[in-house]
């Protein structure tokens, strides 16, 4: 299983919305509804921003929101913040032939505040 | 609170072995499914493997036949045997909770450096 497909890079200015696409394939992304979105600050621990396509952990801000559009998801940040800056990953649950779970993790996106 | 903290990382030759752990507090490991991810030097994420909560285990297919998952019920505890290292293994090991419920990893540890190199 190929990984999904993002842009290496998007950046925007203090206060704009950007948005990051995941595009994969009807076996992952396109054929569950169990796309999330991750925030990786370098050093640290990835932290969980949507699950299940387009919600929000308990206590997440609203300004991170998630949808899907056939095989591709998108992550959307508005009123970027200088904290926003980090990579971004997209993951979407599988199943083998053999019906082994498995994640596949997007390319990640790096994200810069401008 | 729920975190997790990864140790036994370090640098071990090609064809070595290592053992990581991944320490959980705030919930039990046996009753969750448990995962580990790993991300090379400048590369993105790769699911490694994972655990049910039953004992069932399943592997990228980069690792399966080198990697064996498990996990420590009483010292609530997660392990990634690594043997037969290869230089393309090298990378930051992540171990993370898998909420069945939410179909994600919601909680991550802050990872361990592993550095296959003679």
């Known amino acids: 299983h190929s990984a999904l497909t993002q842009p290496a890079s998007v950046s925007g200015s203090l206060g704009q919305s950007i948005t990051i696409s995941c595009t994969g394939m009807?076996?992952?992304?396109?054929?569950?509804?169990?796309v999330s979105w991750f925030q990786h600050h370098p050093g640290k621990a990835p932290k969980l921003l949507i699950f299940?396509?387009?919600n929000r952990p308990s206590g997440l801000s609203n300004r991170f929101s998630g949808s899907k559009s056939g095989n591709t998801a998108s992550l959307t940040i508005s009123g970027l913040q200088a904290e926003d800056e980090a990579d971004y990953y997209c993951?979407?649950?599988?199943?083998?032939?053999?019906?082994?779970?498995?994640?596949?993790f997007g390319t990640g996106t790096k994200v810069t505040v401008l | 609170e729920v975190q997790l903290v990864e140790s036994g990382g370090g640098l071990v030759q090609p064809g070595g072995s290592l053992r990581l752990s991944c320490v959980a507090s705030?919930?039990?490991?046996?009753?969750?499914?448990m995962s580990w991810v790993r991300q090379a030097p400048g590369k993105g994420l790769e699911w490694v493997s994972l655990?049910?909560?039953?004992?069932?285990?399943f592997y990228a297919d980069s690792v399966k036949g080198r990697f064996t998952i498990s996990r420590d019920i009483p010292k609530n505890t997660l392990y990634l045997q690594m043997n037969s290292l290869r230089a393309e293994d090298t990378a930051v090991y992540y171990c993370?909770?898998?909420?069945?419920?939410?179909?994600?990893?919601?909680?991550w540890g802050q990872g361990i450096l592993v550095t296959v190199s003679s």
């Open positions: 993370a909770r898998d909420n069945t419920d939410m179909v994600t990893l919601d909680y």
């Open positions: 993951n979407s649950y599988s199943t083998s032939d053999t019906l082994a779970r498995f994640y596949v």
């Open positions: 655990i049910y909560s039953g004992g069932s285990t």
């Open positions: 299940e396509v387009s």
């Open positions: 009807i076996t992952d992304v396109g054929g569950r509804h169990f």
């Open positions: 705030g919930f039990t490991v046996s009753s969750n499914y």
